[in-house]
């Protein structure tokens, strides 16, 4: 009796200790676990397709740092825009102008704080790349001519697209819309009149610095004045249907702030003081 009580003893004694030690070592990490930072969800972002080339750049700096790398969508702003205002879920739009921005505020859409309008860009005129030379844009320039007699102009459709708006201003100030109206290439964005200049489907092209230096196959063979449109400038904004603020606002503040603008300088953008 003795002996098998000393064994039964012996069993106790050291089966108890693995069992300590899953004990302990389960309550280390359940401490653990409860210390770590919860991971945030990632952010989407409906942006103006003339960013594409820059956010996206920005956005691996951003996972770079360890935050969920954003989720991006890029059209027109008017197709954005008319997207957020039918629920689409985006957590910070960044629009090509003021007005889709201001579309969307006046309809209780955006959040309360957070808007900032950093970036800026010029309207050029874009000829394929084997463009023979440079074109003067002055009020004495006579576009329709250069095009000639079936050629077509390509820019973003003015009845909505931000590029195409500041399109008809600069060729209102040119005194050449009468003209060259019936001569569009509507494009729903400012990156399919580009596309239609690289092709060699339109003669020449109105598109922003920023695209023209995105594509080898145009090049640009004038500038307009900057009174000839209305400044060209980029809202970004805080939506109100945003999930997670905080995430949503710190990723607005990279964007908007001095370490993003070297790329969006590398890009072909300005920026705003």
């Not at 676990?33 to 594409?52: D, G, I, K, N, Y």
């Not at 005129?125 to 102009?153: E, Q």
């Not at 092209?205 to 023209?212: F, L």
């Not at 904004?237 to 001095?258: K, N």
């Amino acid at each position: 009796m003795l002996l098998t009580g000393t064994t039964d003893i012996f069993h106790r004694k050291y089966r108890s200790r693995p069992l300590r030690q899953i004990l302990a070592l389960a309550c280390v990490l359940l401490v653990c676990c409860s210390a770590a930072p919860a991971r945030t969800e990632a952010v989407t972002v409906f942006a103006a397709v003339s960013l594409q080339d820059a956010l996206r750049a920005l956005g691996e700096a951003w996972g770079a740092r360890g935050r969920p790398a954003p989720r991006f969508a890029f059209a027109a702003s008017s197709a954005l825009a008319r997207q957020i205002e039918q629920g689409a879920p985006a957590d910070l739009f960044l629009s090509a102008d003021e007005a889709w921005m201001d579309y969307l505020a006046e309809r209780g859409l955006l959040a309360g704080e957070g808007r900032t309008s950093r970036l800026a860009n010029r309207l050029v005129l874009i000829a394929p790349a084997d463009a023979a030379r440079s074109v003067p844009l002055t009020r004495s320039t006579d576009l329709a001519a250069l095009l000639g007699p079936r050629d077509r102009l390509a820019t973003g459709d003015p009845a909505h697209v931000p590029v195409g708006r500041y399109a008809r201003a600069a060729l209102e100030w040119l005194g050449q819309w009468p003209a060259l109206e019936p001569r569009l290439a509507r494009a729903d964005n400012v990156r399919a009149a580009l596309l239609l200049v690289a092709r060699g489907e339109a003669a020449l092209g109105i598109v922003y610095a920023s695209d023209a230096l995105a594509e080898a196959r145009v090049r640009v063979v004038g500038t307009f004045p900057a009174e000839s449109h209305p400044p060209i400038r980029y809202p970004f904004a805080l939506t109100a249907r945003a999930q997670d603020r905080a995430a949503a606002m710190a990723l607005l503040a990279f964007l908007s702030g001095p370490e993003a603008a070297p790329t969006w300088l590398r890009f072909g953008f300005g920026l705003v003081p």
